[in-house]
């Protein structure tokens, strides 16, 4: 069994303000994005500048933090909503959603593409490798805090979490840091590093995240609130990650039968 490092998920007091990791990590996440974009903008033929990124990651950003919160309370306090429309903002309380906050980044892509002219694909084509750290990033904060536990075993790679019972339980977030993080990142960089299909690194990332998300799951413990959706293992992030593969592959295959160069 491993040890569960109890890291003080508040990284820095100023007096009434705390300054928390899981808020930080979310800055680097967008700090990653911005210097990697930049390199890729820097390059040969890239049809970007700074200002460009500069701007894609603000609009992204918005997106996100709006989408992954407004995404969460719709998706997994649905009935909360129901019950007291205002707490859908008590951010305080935690609770952010990826498959909401991909909704959100969507939405700022388009107002993004609108304002300089720019494809829809051609954007999210950029956008997509730099994402996955950020994803890392986010996944290293719900470790920090000790949420998003995953279910209990008795391997070696088990730990105690403070707020997760007396059991030893798999360190899921690390598992979904490293595969839809690390590995990810590592993919969907070195395949975009070569001139390819309109639509098809988008697809990619879509195709690998929803994979990626929907393997974890069956590492990871289900909302409490939610359980299991069906059949004793189905969970909500699986079933909300089966869009996202179905839209990948899609891509993917008419990326190629179009064969249309990236712009």
Known sequence: MLPFPDIDPVALSLGPLKIHWYGLMYLFGFAFAWLLGNWRAKQPGSGWNSEQVSDLIFYCALGLILGARIGYMLFYQFESVLANPLDLFKIWQGGMSFHGGAIGVTIGIWLFGRKYKKDFFSVTDFLVPLAPLGLFAGRMGNFINGELWGRTTDSAFGMVFPNGGP??????????????????????????????????????????????????????????????????WLTMGQILSLPMIIGGLILILLAYRKNIAAS
């Open 167 to 232: 059991l030893a339980r798999h360190p899921s977030q690390l598992y979904e840091a490293i595969l839809e993080g690390l590995v990810l990142f590592l993919i969907l960089w070195f395949y975009s590093s070569k001139p390819r299909p309109k639509m098809a690194v988008s697809g990619l990332f879509l195709l690998g995240y929803g994979l990626f998300r929907s393997f974890v799951e069956f590492f990871r413990e289900p909302d409490a609130h939610l359980g299991f959706i069906a059949f004793d």
